[in-house]
């Protein structure tokens, strides 16, 4: 079975500049996650879907961040536009299964550089 | 939710018992534990999570002290490829996990 599946691995862009992140999670989980990892410090949320609503984008900044999960499967994370600032690692995590199974199922990160 | 206490870092020797604490004395009485890793460059990993009583799976065991404001994670015979950060953290539920920054352990020959 796939995992989480993310792209691209790798972005630079100048700051600015528009970026974009697409997520495509574990088949037939409900739950989908972004979180953001800067240098040395653990993932932190963003947002938190069940199915195509967003229930919790309390730490998503809104004035240059958006994100969708249209049809409640994949989901696109955008950011514009980019700061020095936002260079990190950009993680998406599903999983299914009722509400404290406990796994969430991460994806390898998006990296992006802002210059 | 409870914060969490984690050593910065920690050694082992290969083929030992890896011994990772965590303080977490201000826990509620429906918070769990849970233990997460990442390996360099990947995403996080589960390991194990649990309530009040002990917890075993194919990865590590997870002891929690009665009065429920320590545990310890083990793993029971460590390897090269269990370097990794290991996060504790202590949530009422695994859709709202906050990661510190987690123990950093390096097995070694």
């Known amino acids: 079975e796939a995992g989480v599946v993310q792209s691209p691995r790798y972005k630079i862009i100048e700051k600015k500049q528009p970026v974009a992140f697409w997520c495509n999670p574990i088949s037939g989980h409900n739950t989908l996650y972004w979180y953001r990892q800067n240098l040395g410090q653990g993932p932190e949320l963003l947002i938190r879907y069940e199915n195509e609503e967003a229930v919790d984008d309390s730490q998503l900044p809104k004035d240059r961040f958006s994100a969708e999960r249209l049809k409640g499967v994949d989901s696109t994370l955008k950011i514009q536009p980019a700061e020095l600032g936002d260079s990190a690692v950009y993680l998406c995590a599903s999983s299914g299964g009722g509400a404290n199974t406990g796994e969430l199922f991460f994806g390898e990160g998006s990296r992006l550089t802002v210059l | 939710d409870a914060k969490t206490t984690q050593p910065p870092s920690m050694d082992c020797a290969e083929g030992r018992a890896a011994n990772l604490p965590c303080n977490h004395s201000t826990i509620s009485g429906n918070e769990y534990v849970y233990w997460y890793r990442q390996i360099h460059s990947q995403g996080p990993q589960y390991i194990i999570h649990g309530l009040k009583n002990n917890e075993t799976n194919e990865m590590a065991s997870l002891i929690i002290t009665e009065d429920r404001k320590s545990s310890t994670l083990i793993l029971p015979h460590a390897t090269l490829r269990d370097t990794a950060v290991y996060y504790c953290?202590?949530?009422?539920?695994?859709?709202?996990?906050?990661f510190g920054t987690g123990t950093r352990l390096q097995v070694t020959l």
């Open positions: 953290i202590v949530a009422g539920t695994a859709s709202k996990l906050t």
